[in-house]
């Protein structure tokens, strides 16, 4: 009796391969379905790790305040800067707008709402991101690629407590005051073309903005500067405490954080408004 | 304030006791494991560091050296083993006692990792301002002794970036010791330099030992430095210690790995 025919291998081994290329392919989806979570999960583990070192001693008061001054000192020219020309434009756009029916007179009450509410908020911490926490990615990341970090572990320091922490607590503090600065500054600029380049009555414009404007408007918007300068240190700190990969991944972390961070001020300026006004959040 | 007192006096180095000094072994590793997902790197090793002597681990690149040295100072935790110091198993310690223990070790980076934003004189002052409560006074003679007595006290209001290779490492050296550890690790500290600075560094190494008593684990693939500074050598070969001895011992080992990689490295004590 002969021999059977040997059967072909090549259709085990494309079986086969076609199995593990589809292996691969639902592991990639899956990564990528579960990469948000994984991050949101790292942020948060930090978040909880600078809390914790955060309340223990020692209290290291020269680096609150020299994060202070590099977060906020440092970023009042940019964003004194950005809000006359947000105030600007939104004067130019409210008061065109507004004459086609009669209502310029609400131009400086409209300005003021938005400005203390949602731009100012939003721009500060925008502005914030792009200067400071750019930098401080940057800088942690340095550190971690060339041992810094690891040097602090071994002299018995704990890198969260020394680095992230005066970070954190400054972002908390100067965003507010900078979303100050950006409405101050923003009604200034808009006042200018309002009333300056665009003949709006001065006492009108103020008086509107006064009627409507109260410091609820004002606290509103604090509370989500507060909201965003934790998301926006916490995000820079995160990418840069753990970049890896030299030069090339400490700039790749500056972008992931540049862009996580201002995807996070977008979804939480959604989220902390629709909790103020008690919309739900969807 | 009471709190961050204990905490300091936690941190703070219990004195050796006595029989600890004469014991000649400083650490003992004992079948130590590590693996990152299913990279087995460390795979049992097992190993004596000698007190008061420089003890060299040699090994090719990726036989498992730096993630040796990780373990030792626990920048990364094992995944099984033990690391025995002065009769505590480091191994184990977490939180303040981890912390109180890595006192013993001081660490010099491959690339020094001084703090690129402070002065040298502050980068070496970091230890003291962090963990103990000595006047500025103090502060500042006890550094520039250090900086002194390693020739680096010109340098001190310098930044890490406007010294040679060579003059970072002393600085390293001098941060490391300020704090007057037993052991001193250093994570291939030759790699990158030239001939004449590698010379310079291991006369370093032989000076802090005889200047500070230290004990010294050099981590390198630099075999030139086997016969300039070694008292004891170990050869790391796929995640085990494959030869350990003195380094007449294993120039004329017949562990075949060990052998090609002292051949390949033309090294002889001449």
Known sequence: MPDAAPSAPATPDKTSKLRTTARD??????????????????????????VFWGIRPPYRGRLFIGAMEFIGIGSIFLVSLTAVFVG???????????????????????????????????????MVTSRAGSAMTTELGSMRVTNQIDALVTMAVNPVQYLVVPRLVAGFVMVPVLTMLFNIVGVMGAYFVAVGLLGLDPGVFMDRLKWLV????????????????????????????????????????????????????????????????????? | MKFFRR?????????????????????????????????????????????????????PSGSGKTVLMRQLIRLENPDSGQL??????????????????????????????????????????????????????????????????????AAAQKLPAQLS??????????????????????????????????EMVDELITEAEEMFGVTSIVISHDMASVVRIANQLSFLHEGRIAATGTPEELLHTDHPATAEFIRASRISLG
């Open chain 1, 25 to 50: 392919a639902g592991d990639w989806l899956l990564q990528l379905l579960l990469s948000p979570f994984v991050e949101i999960g790292a942020l948060f583990k930090l978040l909880w790790e600078s």
């Open chain 1, 88 to 126: 600007g434009v939104l004067a130019l756009l409210l008061v065109d707008g507004f004459r086609d029916f009669g209502a310029e007179n609400q131009t400086g009450a409209v300005i003021g709402l938005a400005l203390a509410r949602e731009v100012g908020p939003v721009f500060a911490a925008l």
């Open chain 1, 214 to 282: 109260d410091w609820d408007d004002v606290a509103q918007g604090l509370i989500k500067a507060m909201v965003f300068g934790v998301a926006v240190t916490l995000i820079a700190c995160r990418q840069g405490f753990f970049a890896e990969g030299g030069a090339a991944g400490v700039g790749r972390a500056t972008n992931r954080a540049v862009v996580q961070s201002a995807i996070a001020i977008l979804m939480l300026d959604y989220l902390v408004t629709s909790l103020v006004l008690g919309q739900g959040f969807f």
């Open chain 2, 7 to 59: 905490n300091l006096i936690r941190l703070t180095r219990a004195p050796l006791p006595p029989e600890m000094k004469d014991d000649p072994i400083h650490v003992r590793i004992r079948d130590l494991h590590k693996s990152y997902g299913e990279h087995h790197v460390l795979k049992g090793v097992s190993l004596d560091i000698h007190r008061g002597q420089t003890n060299l681990i040699i090994g």
């Open chain 2, 84 to 153: 025995i110091v002065n009769g505590i198993d480091f191994a184990r310690l977490e939180g303040l006692d981890l912390a109180a223990m890595r006192r013993t070790f001081g660490m010099v980076f491959q690339m020094s990792a001084l703090f690129d934003s402070m002065t040298v004189f502050d980068n070496v002052a970091f230890p003291l301002r962090e963990h103990s409560d000595l006047s500025r006074n103090d502060i500042r003679d006890r550094v520039m002794d250090r900086l002194a007595a390693l020739g680096v006290a």
């Open chain 2, 165 to 198: 290779g060579g003059m970072q490492k002393r600085v390293a050296v001098a941060r490391a010791m300020i704090l007057e550890s037993e052991i001193l690790i250093y994570d291939e500290p030759t790699t990158g330099l030239d001939p004449i600075t590698t």
